[in-house]
């Protein structure tokens, strides 16, 4: 079997080590002693991973808040020493103006570290966020976490250096989930052509996507996907955007992502994609219809703002989980930006990417999240965070037989809203067709990764032929516009959305 570029791999079949070295700007020191602790005395990365697995396995979840101090301190261990606390009361998120309270409750927190770990202030604290009520801070002891936990104030502690998907070394490694830059060639029977000469994917027609084209094309809809960036090699995304019956509109591309496994590293990796995944989404959204022979976008006269926030699909890292949030809050302070499209993703919720996700929804962004592609390993995963959230619309993908089977590797389960056809039934390779990577090339994608950024590109549809509606009322009309409506499934949400009736 062979999924191409099959999204949100929730198992990396290839785990590599970044060697790139830098030069040290700060003391090592720290590192050198969390890393001669690991003993008897501390958990293995097997040892932690196996009460993860069961207690995914038995509550369909996992939180570190649950866990021993001998957990959480080996896990912190294993990440590089560091902690994310977020503080504050429960579900306070982020702040919208100076609040003397919740800077007691940080300054109590950090002097806690500072008393029992004997550290200064500035070499301890990676990040205090400026906005979110969360703060990065490297510890060196056990008894530093037992302290914390008889704190108030505090909505959780996590070892965001730390990850369950790595091998048995040390330091941890690296995947390459959901990436792939070779492209393929399209079957004929994968497309349709459409004036003025560009393709259409067989998945459009299962949706009346062209249909709605009557109606709307995202014309002054801003779309942003956080994930792993644009290809500078795809001008169709870049310099020739407005090309063929796509004008007027525009495409920003930012970075938030740190390429390092040093957590003091502030390298900002630039936005170009070094994966792929992040050019099929935006082109799944956004690729303009023009002459060129190659896949049109769903949406293709909104404009695009792509944030390269995180290396794969997978956030397994501490600067993937830092990127993504760092994107959510430059987004949730954009006027522009209406709909964020995410298909990335970690089968248990990220603390701080929460309150990024909390504070955009809170700005009024309609937020689209992949609910999980496996391996069969692992498809017995619930939706994946942060579909699992209810500030953000879960999406899947199922087949075309016409049952809803859901697609070879997607999950799915009560949090659900949508489901969008993107595999054929009798070939698991042949799924949505997309503009490639490179100039010239084609591709196909699957998984909820692409049913996702197809059901973000929908949601510019309507917007853009109701302007003045709010998130609630566009997300509505898409509900309303699906085959269960007004009744729900269980695990495939309200069903297929039917484009047209959504822009009618």
Not at 91 to 97: A, L, P
Not at 104 to 133: C, H, M, P, W, Y
Not at 421 to 427: I, P
Request: hydrophobic share 35%; with cysteine; aromatic share 10%.
């Amino acid at each position: 079997m062979k999924i191409l570029k099959t999204s949100l791999a929730i198992i990396s079949l290839s785990l590599f080590a970044n060697c790139t070295q830098e030069s040290l700007t700060v003391d090592v020191d720290q590192d050198a002693a969390l890393t001669t602790q690991v003993s008897q005395d501390i958990l293995s990365i097997p040892q932690i991973n196996n009460i993860i697995n069961e207690s995914l396995k038995t509550t369909g979840d996992f939180d570190w808040g649950e866990t021993s101090d001998i957990v959480l301190w080996s896990a912190t261990v294993h990440g590089s020493g560091y902690l994310t606390i977020g503080y504050g009361n429960t579900g306070e998120s982020f702040r919208t103006s100076e609040s003397k309270r919740l800077t007691d409750v940080k300054n109590n927190i950090l002097s806690t570290i500072q008393n029992i770990d004997g550290a200064r202030r500035d070499a301890f604290v990676i990040e205090d966020d400026a906005i979110l009520n969360a703060v990065d801070v490297h510890v060196k002891s056990i008894e530093a976490i037992k302290e914390l936990r008889k704190q108030s104030g505090i909505r959780y502690m996590e070892p965001n250096g730390y990850s369950f998907f790595t091998n048995t070394a040390y330091p941890q490694n690296r995947s390459a989930s959901g990436c792939g830059m070779d492209g393929s060639t399209l079957n004929s029977q994968d497309y349709r052509t459409v004036s003025p000469g560009a393709l259409v994917s067989w998945t459009y027609d299962q949706h009346n996507i062209t249909q709605a084209w009557q109606y709307s094309t995202g014309a002054n809809v801003t779309v942003a996907v956080v994930d792993t960036g644009l290809s500078p090699n795809q001008l169709l995304l870049g310099s020739n955007f407005n090309d063929g019956y796509s004008n007027g509109r525009t495409v920003q591309k930012y970075g938030t992502y740190i390429d390092s496994n040093w957590w003091w590293s502030n390298n900002i990796d630039g936005p170009n994609d070094k994966c792929g995944h992040g050019t099929s989404m935006s082109a799944t959204i956004a690729s303009p219809r023009n002459n060129d022979n190659l896949p049109v976008g769903v949406a293709y006269n909104s404009n695009l703002v792509s944030y390269r926030a995180t290396s794969d699909v997978l956030l397994n890292d501490y600067h993937e989980r830092k990127g993504v949030k760092n994107a959510l809050v430059a987004l949730g302070n954009r006027s522009d930006v209406k709909i964020i499209s995410m298909s990335i993703g970690y089968p248990w919720s990220i603390g701080n990417v929460k309150d990024g996700i909390r504070y955009a929804h809170n700005r009024g962004k309609l937020i689209f999240a992949a609910g999980g592609t496996s391996t069969s390993y692992t498809n017995w995963y619930p939706v994946i965070f942060p579909a699992s959230m209810s500030e953000a619309v879960a999406v899947t993908g199922v087949t075309d037989n016409g049952n809803y089977d859901q697609c070879e590797v997607c999950h799915d389960g009560s949090q659900i809203e949508f489901t969008i056809v993107m595999q054929r039934d009798n070939n698991d390779s042949r799924t949505s067709a997309v503009l490639g990577f490179y100039n010239g090339n084609t591709d196909y994608v699957g998984g909820s990764s692409v049913a996702t950024a197809t059901t973000a590109g929908i949601a510019a549809l309507v917007w853009s032929r109701y302007p003045n509606w709010s998130r609630e009322q566009v997300l509505n009309k898409m509900r309303q516009s699906s085959e269960f409506y007004p009744n729900k499934s269980s695990t495939k949400g309200y069903g297929n959305i039917d484009a047209l009736q959504a822009v009618q």
